[in-house]
């Protein structure tokens, strides 16, 4: 089997003659090609020849759909030092943004101020929402994918996020719009409300793109988006998607990033096809063994290898041998897996593990496939 066709078989609940090993390392090729750090034998490739590289499958995130504003919203921004504002007014009132980038090695962009402040800048949000169209650009998709070949598989990752989660997360901040929607909860669920309702129009352009792999960015974590509030809002929300999406075949994956182990009950019957990128001990108390339990072969799983363990400083290598080897045992039958990272390597992770992880499966499996 190619590696698209065993990604493809993985996300979807069947068994590949061996899993994909898929790992997410954007973060660290981004910091350390700005640094200059990039190790030598990986200089003047591109991701996807990084990736084969490594002996992996590749997992190219893409372009797929294009959006525009309405234009009586006027946009300006200007930066001050490492400061970037942005105002955005409309005929319903003005709203403004502030982004800082770190002054450390990194240069992180982070979201300092967000969209929402006060109950009165919902109003003009959902102006800019519900004046917002989509459409097809599918160039971008349509390229990564022929550069990816049978070698992995091109996916898009840009299905809106559960609207409760977006406004939380994106427009008004974790702890403000957790107090937000506890005072004043007839907004917050208006709101929620249009961006549902416009992500239904957007996934119906998705629906129809060429991309067979498509993904919300969600973030799912249970800390900041309890089982109470996944119930309320999430579960509906993945069920009306995920109609849209399977009606023209599309396998939908949701980017649960954070602590899930209360959320997979109610994930396994949400209608999503598969989890990716959620950490597993020692980053947390869940294991990829008990995850497939709760999930019970209803959601796939894209994740396996949490982040921490990319370091020899945190472990050393026999011990990360026995720890992929234990992994592989407890997967199998590999049915609806896809290994991935939990989430991202990090920058400054001991980069050569990621191709000890390829030795090692191919140790496991063999010439013979399945094991």
């Not at 702890?175 to 007839?186: K, Q, R, S």
């Amino acid at each position: 089997m190619t590696n698209k066709e065993r990604m493809l078989l993985g996300l979807s609940g069947g068994q590949p003659d061996r899993i994909a090993w898929a790992p997410n390392f954007d973060w660290w090729l981004g910091i350390n090609t700005r640094m200059g750090t990039l190790p030598e034998e990986y200089k003047g490739l591109s991701r996807n020849d990084i990736v084969r590289k490594v002996g992996a499958a590749i997992w190219s995130r893409a372009g797929l759909i294009g959006s525009k504003g309405s234009p009586e919203v006027r946009a300006k921004s200007h930066s001050e030092g490492d400061k970037t504002y942005a105002v955005y007014e409309t005929p319903v009132g003005s709203v403004s943004t502030m982004n800082q980038t770190a002054s450390e090695w990194t240069r992180a962009v982070f979201l300092k101020e967000h969209l929402v402040k006060k109950v009165e800048d919902l109003k003009v949000l959902r102006f800019m929402i519900e004046n917002t169209t989509y459409y097809p650009a599918y160039n971008d998709f349509i390229n990564a994918e022929k550069a990816v070949g049978d070698d992995g598989i091109a996916l898009y990752m840009g299905v809106p996020s559960v609207p409760m989660i977006q406004l939380m997360k994106s427009y008004i901040g974790w702890v403000d719009g957790l107090y937000m929607l506890y005072d004043y909860p007839e907004e917050m669920e208006k709101t929620a409300d249009l961006l549902t309702q416009k992500a239904i129009e957007a996934c119906e352009v998705i629906a129809d793109s060429p991309a067979k792999v498509v993904e919300t960015g969600d973030n799912l974590d249970e800390r900041t988006f309890s089982p109470k509030l996944f119930e309320r809002y999430g579960l509906p929300y993945y069920r009306q998607i995920s109609e849209v999406l399977h009606k023209k075949d599309k396998i939908v994956k949701s980017h649960a990033c954070g602590f899930v182990k209360h959320l997979l009950p109610m994930i396994k019957e949400s209608g999503l096809d598969a989890i990716e990128a959620f950490p597993t001990t020692p980053m947390n108390d869940l294991t990829i063994k008990e995850a497939r339990e709760k999930l019970e072969g209803k959601v796939s799983i894209m994740s396996g290898i949490p982040s921490v363990i990319m370091f020899r400083k945190v472990m050393k290598d026999s011990d990360f041998r026995d720890y992929v080897l234990r992994l592989l045992d407890d997967i199998q039958p590999a049915n609806g897996f896809v290994l991935g990272m939990a989430d991202n390597v990090p920058a400054d992770a001991d980069f050569d593990r990621v191709p000890m992880i390829s030795q090692i499966i191919n140790e496991y499996y063999g010439s013979s496939g399945v094991v």
